[in-house]
């Protein structure tokens, strides 16, 4: 009797063991494509992504670049010091979304363009992404607006 309830419990950590590993496995499968990678402009020239990659691009706002169309696709580029891409996005820019700022967009790299889905620019006259500031420093063209 005592092997019995011993064995039982062997399989049910068993069982509850494959479970665990499957439902790790199975997250890790759905979530492959929401993780979106930040990459600065310099990555994206000496390494481009294939077209059909969604990802995330980081820098500032390259000044003199904004070119607003007759519709409402947008022109500028983006750059982190070192290098810039030409990104082009159909739809309204955040309020705060301006030359010599930072701003992340996500999207995809078509034919030497990043295709933005998405941008996101500052919340206010200081913040700027972390990830942008850390592209922007390892270029040596950051600096502090607080001094």
Do not use: C, W
Not at 31 to 39: A, K, L, V
Not at 81 to 104: K, S
Not at 127 to 135: F, I, K, L, N
């Amino acid at each position: 009797m005592k092997s019995l309830k011993k064995q039982r419990r062997i399989q049910i950590i068993a069982l509850a063991t494959v479970a665990l590993a499957l439902s790790t496995a199975l997250i890790g499968y759905a979530m492959r494509d929401g993780i979106n990678f930040f990459r600065a402009p310099s990555q994206i020239i000496a390494e481009p992504p294939g077209p059909a990659e969604v990802f995330r691009i980081g820098g500032l706002v390259a000044e003199g670049s904004l070119i607003r169309g007759d519709g409402a696709t947008i022109r500028f580029e983006v750059t982190d010091g070192g290098a810039a891409v030409p990104v082009t996005y159909t739809g309204v820019l955040p309020d705060l979304f301006e030359e010599n700022q930072g701003m992340v967009g996500t999207g995809r790299y078509i034919n030497g363009v990043f295709e933005a889905s998405e941008i996101l620019a500052k919340h206010d006259e200081t913040y700027m992404p972390s990830e942008v500031v850390d592209a922007l420093k390892e270029q040596g063209v950051y600096q502090d607006p607080n001094g």
